[in-house]
C-alpha cells in the first residue's frame, strides 16, 4: 500500500528532530487545506503514515514544519526560520512518497525518498 512519510533531521546537532509540529495541507483552487497534524517522535519520524491507501490521492500537498518552536525549545534563538514549507506533487500515488526535511537555524533541504 503506498504512503506518505517523512521525517526531520537537525543538521546543527547530528540528531533527528524530536517534537517538531508538522501539518499536512492540501493545495487546490488557489488555498491550501488542512488534512492532518502530527509531531515526530524521538527517531524524528512520525508514529505513522502522513497519508495511506484510499485517502493518499493525487494532488498537491504542503508539508509545513513549525522549526522555530523546535529550536526555541533548544534553547537556539532561531530568527531566520520560522516554519519551513515543503509544497510537493503526488503524480502517482501508487508509489511510496517519503519527503524527509535536513534542518538547522539557518538552512533546510529535502528529497523525495521512497
Known sequence: MAKLTTHVLDTSNGVPAT???IRLNIVQD???TLIKRSKTNSD???DEALLEGQDFLSGTYELVFDVEK???NMGVDCHFLKDVVIRFHVGNNNENYHVPLLVSPFSYSTY???
Request: some cysteine; overall charge positive.
Open 112 to 114: 523525495r525518498g521512497s
Open 70 to 72: 523546535y529550536f526555541n
Open 44 to 46: 524524528g519520524r512520525c
Open 30 to 32: 488557489g488555498g491550501s
Open 19 to 21: 517534537g517538531i509540529e
